[in-house]
């Protein structure tokens, strides 16, 4: 922290803040996409939304990462697994599909030509290339990026439907993107705002004329060694016979009330909760308007018939009608069991 001085007429003013600037990024709307671009470098398509954004706004959200975990263990338990189509290679395919809207499996051939195992693909890495086959971005410790190249029958992909583009798939819950970073956001402020302790949110007006330079100056001390470890600290100050308001703090915000942490937080998850078709009970929130999290078994058998067993069909359906993939054992879906 640097104070800033400036004179003005026989008077000086002295002035100073805390802390940095917090920069501010301009964002696109996600979902304004015309398709996807061709990288010439490495002769691929560009996926329409950055995977990055995606693996981190699951990754920085308290709700959308656990509910997609939630979301993929759901869907992999009603699937029956056999032969080398195992759940360790079904569950990351799983996750993947959900939460970038695309699953690939790595079909591992032997001497002679058949599959004999099968190996998940990250879909951060996968990318599609005009002749139909896949490239796999590799990055070694000094950030040089190489290329694994794959054949297209050597990779089965499946990818959520995306009306504008058929070369990736978008994930579900697209449209909570912007609430979920928005509720991170809303929580790395709140950090900032604590850690900070000065809180950016008071100016110290000083217009006693018995408080010397020697005075101020031991204040400006004060003040700024109240910021970060040891912060909230208390100050005295003793001006003799000075005058009534000769020193006075003027709040310039409070987070608290004028930008509703609490609403806003309860909100963005409501919507992520949406965004995912989740109920609010599962996910252990009591819904808005409700005293309870209700009937936890006939929430879960809704959400099982809705939810996880249309998706459980769609992938089997996907593994079965592939005759590579079929010949190391066919997939099955566990029956859905109602209540009598």
Same mark, same amino acid.
């Given at each position: 922290?640097?104070?800033?001085?400036?004179?003005?007429?026989?008077?000086?003013?002295? $002035?100073?803040?805390?802390?940095?600037?917090?920069?501010?990024?301009?964002?696109?709307?996600?979902?304004?996409? $015309?398709?996807?671009?061709?990288?010439?470098?490495?002769?691929?398509?560009?996926?329409?939304?950055?995977?990055?954004?995606?693996?981190?706004?699951?990754?920085?959200?308290?709700?959308?990462?656990?509910?997609?975990?939630?979301?993929?263990?759901?869907?992999?338990?009603?699937?029956?697994?056999?032969?080398?189509?195992?759940?360790?290679?079904?569950?990351?395919?799983?996750?993947?599909?959900?939460?970038?809207? %695309?699953?690939?499996?790595?079909?591992?051939?032997?001497?002679?030509?058949?599959?004999?195992?099968?190996?998940?693909?990250?879909?951060?890495?996968?990318?599609?290339?005009? %002749?139909?086959?896949?490239?796999?971005?590799?990055?070694?410790?000094?950030?040089?990026?190489?290329?694994?190249?794959?054949?297209?029958?050597?990779?089965?992909?499946?990818?959520?439907?995306?009306?504008?583009?058929?070369?990736?798939?978008?994930?579900?819950?697209?449209?909570?993107?912007?609430?979920?970073?928005?509720?991170?956001?809303?929580?790395?402020?709140?950090?900032?705002?604590?850690?900070?302790?000065?809180?950016?949110?008071?100016?110290?007006?000083?217009?006693?004329?018995?408080?010397?330079?020697?005075?101020?100056?031991? @204040?400006?001390?004060?003040?700024?060694?109240?910021?970060?470890?040891?912060?909230?600290?208390?100050?005295?100050?003793? @001006?003799? %016979?000075?005058?009534?308001?000769?020193?006075?703090?003027?709040? @310039?915000?409070?987070?608290?009330?004028? %930008?509703?942490?609490?609403? $806003?937080?309860?909100?963005?998850?409501?919507?992520?909760?949406?965004?995912?078709?989740?109920? $609010?009970?599962?996910?252990?929130?009591?819904?808005?308007?409700?005293?309870?999290?209700?009937?936890?078994?006939?929430?879960?058998?809704?959400?099982?018939?809705?939810?996880?067993?249309?998706?459980?069909?769609?992938?089997?359906?996907?593994?079965?009608?592939?005759?590579?993939?079929?010949?190391?054992?066919?997939?099955?879906?566990?029956?859905?069991?109602?209540?009598?």
């Amino acid at each position: 922290m640097e104070p800033v001085l400036t004179q003005a007429s026989d008077n000086p003013v002295m $002035a100073f803040s805390f802390g940095h600037a917090e920069p501010l990024l301009k964002d696109s709307w996600l979902t304004d996409m $015309a398709g996807v671009n061709l990288d010439l470098e490495f002769n691929h398509y560009v996926p329409p939304i950055d995977r990055k954004l995606l693996y981190q706004a699951a990754n920085t959200n308290a709700y959308l990462g656990p509910v997609l975990m939630a979301r993929r263990n759901m869907v992999l338990n009603a699937i029956i697994t056999n032969g080398q189509l195992s759940r360790g290679a079904l569950g990351p395919c799983i996750h993947n599909y959900l939460w970038f809207g %695309d699953m690939a499996l790595l079909k591992l051939r032997n001497n002679i030509g058949q599959v004999a195992a099968v190996a998940p693909l990250s879909s951060y890495y996968l990318r599609r290339r005009p %002749d139909g086959g896949f490239n796999y971005l590799q990055e070694d410790s000094d950030g040089v990026i190489t290329v694994k190249r794959y054949r297209a029958d050597d990779v089965a992909f499946l990818g959520q439907y995306d009306p504008l583009q058929q070369l990736y798939g978008v994930p579900d819950y697209i449209g909570g993107l912007q609430s979920a970073m928005l509720n991170s956001d809303a929580t790395m402020f709140k950090r900032r705002y604590y850690k900070n302790g000065a809180h950016m949110g008071y100016i110290l007006y000083t217009s006693d004329p018995k408080l010397s330079e020697d005075d101020k100056s031991k @204040i400006e001390q004060a003040l700024a060694g109240s910021k970060g470890a040891g912060n909230f600290r208390n100050m005295f100050i003793n @001006i003799p %016979d000075g005058q009534e308001k000769g020193i006075q703090v003027i709040p @310039i915000g409070d987070f608290s009330s004028k %930008d509703q942490f609490a609403s $806003a937080k309860n909100i963005t998850a409501q919507d992520v909760l949406t965004a995912n078709r989740f109920p $609010a009970g599962m996910a252990g929130i009591i819904p808005q308007g409700a005293a309870s999290l209700g009937d936890a078994l006939k929430t879960d058998a809704v959400y099982q018939q809705n939810e996880v067993q249309p998706l459980a069909h769609d992938l089997v359906e996907f593994i079965n009608s592939d005759p590579d993939l079929a010949r190391l054992g066919r997939l099955s879906v566990k029956p859905l069991v109602t209540e009598a």
